[in-house]
């Protein structure tokens, strides 16, 4: 099993609706993290989470939600999606310090 | 504010050829560099990374130095392979870990 997993990989949904991306992971480590990723603006951090009690907004959480269910949960809302929330979608974790990322496979979200 | 500058892609490449990919940061006190890389349909992973001016990350053939006069961290193989086909990333971390990545530069190898 991949260390950090993201469901669904890829979905399709329409401008309103309610949607849920689910992150899960094996690492053991504290803190979470959720990007979305756009041609030509590279990853943008959009909530990050340094232990279950903790959450934060990054740069662009308008329009997002998350929750930490566990250490090894994370999930991301849009509660309403709009056209403008297609984007590719990673979860992160890491251990602090400089020991780097790991990163999930993604999920492709086109709001239509 | 804190921010990663990445030269623009596609960047394409016959095998064998030299790689350079610029980034240059802006950031306030001394923040480590990574390189990602992400291949198709695939997570980001991390590549290499440096912590400390004149700092050397290296991996798998890429190298990158932590210039502080220049704020730079490019990224550099001498001799790319079609396997290299990827989007490189550089990244800056900042307080409280988070990473500031750059837009990323769409490498392509042919052979």
């Known amino acids: 099993d991949a260390d950090v997993t993201q469901t669904p990989r890829n979905r399709i949904t329409k401008t309103g609706k309610r949607i849920m991306l689910e992150c899960s992971q094996t690492k053991g480590h504290d803190r979470m993290y959720w990007y979305r990723q756009d041609p030509g603006l590279g990853l943008r951090l959009i909530y990050y989470s340094f232990d279950v009690k903790d959450i934060n907004k990054g740069e662009i959480s308008d329009g997002y939600s998350v929750s930490r269910q566990a250490q090894a949960k994370f999930s991301l809302s849009l509660e309403s999606a709009i056209p403008n929330q297609t984007a590719l979608y990673f979860c992160a974790t890491s251990e602090g310090g400089d020991y780097g990322y790991t990163f999930g496979s993604g999920t492709r979200l086109t709001v239509v | 504010g804190d921010s990663v500058t990445q030269m623009e892609g596609p960047v394409t490449l016959s095998e064998e050829a030299f790689l350079t990919i610029n980034c240059t940061y802006t950031?306030?006190?001394?923040?480590?560099l990574f390189w990602y890389v992400q291949y198709p349909g695939e997570g980001l992973q991390l590549l290499l990374k440096?912590?400390?001016?004149?700092d050397k990350g290296s991996n798998k053939g890429f190298e990158a130095t932590y210039r502080k006069e220049t704020t730079s961290f490019h990224l550099e193989k001498g001799s790319v392979q079609v396997s290299d086909s990827a989007v490189y990333f550089c990244?800056?971390?900042?307080?409280?870990?988070?990473?500031?990545f750059g837009q990323g530069t769409e490498l392509s190898v042919k052979p």
């Open positions: 990244a800056l971390r900042i307080g409280g870990g988070k990473l500031i």
């Open positions: 440096a912590t400390k001016a004149d």
């Open positions: 950031a306030t006190g001394y923040p480590s």
